[in-house]
């Protein structure tokens, strides 16, 4: 009996694997605060009256800000 239980390891050499866009955000509202994160990334929901919401609902449907902060994300965990 041979069982055909398939392992996916597409996600083996991902780093922000497992890791939710929240928890991404507010690390990084945390580490920079609002007007640096602004600053570092220039993008409308950090500089303009920035929230956690706001950003969160324009980072999940803009792909290259999204890119941007998970950039960040990893550069600033390096540190």
Known sequence: ??????????????????????DILEFLVEEYGWEDL???ININCFTNNPSINSSLKFLRKTQWARDKVERLYLKTLKK
């Open 38 to 40: 602004g600053y570092e």
């Open 1 to 22: 009996m041979t069982d055909n239980i398939k392992i996916d390891n597409s996600q083996d050499n991902n780093p922000l694997h497992g890791i939710r866009l929240i």
